[in-house]
């Protein structure tokens, strides 16, 4: 049985951050034999997140936040994992350009549930692993 888990990381909303993070959190589930797919899909999404929080959340400034990025997973006993992915800037609500708004797609293909929570700054939560059990 594998145990529950948690991994928090905090860094500045900077592209050279991005493939760093995704590859401790790779790191993480590895190193609890979590299985392939999971593996990837989790990684994915998860890169996806990061990547937006660099590009589009202090777009319009951030002179009175701190431009961080957080990272926060959690790998509960029973399989499932939920990775969140938050930062203290805004949330963009427009429509992405034609050949752009492949991310949030990206990531609610492969997650089994996605939340996005703008009521401060941006999170989102992505679920992945098996569905809990119906009480
Ligand atoms: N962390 C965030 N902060 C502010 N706005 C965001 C954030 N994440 C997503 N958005 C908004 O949601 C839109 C859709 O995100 P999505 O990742 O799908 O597309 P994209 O980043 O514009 O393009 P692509 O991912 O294809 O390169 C973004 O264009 C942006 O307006
Ligand atoms: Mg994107």
Do not use: W
């Not at 990837?40 to 990547?51: F, I, N, P, R, S």
């Not at 319009?60 to 997973?73: K, M």
């Not at 609500?93 to 700054?121: C, E, M, N, W, Y």
Request: charged share 25%; aromatic share 6%.
């Amino acid at each position: 049985m594998k145990q529950k888990s948690e991994l928090r990381l905090c860094c500045p909303a900077q592209a050279r951050y991005v493939s760093l993070i995704r590859h401790a959190l790779g790191a993480f589930l590895d190193a609890l034999q979590c299985d392939r797919t999971l593996r990837e899909d989790a990684t994915t999404a998860a890169g996806e997140a990061l990547a937006n929080v660099v590009e589009h959340a202090y777009a319009r400034g951030c002179l009175s936040v701190t431009c961080d990025l957080q990272l926060f997973a959690r790998f509960e006993s029973d399989g499932r994992l939920s990775i969140e992915v938050s930062d203290n800037g805004s949330f963009i609500r427009r429509k992405p350009a034609l050949d752009r708004g492949f991310g949030l797609r990206i990531i609610r293909a492969v997650a089994r549930k996605t939340i996005i929570d703008t009521s401060r700054g941006t999170c989102v939560i992505m679920t992945f692993g098996p569905a809990s059990p119906k009480r």
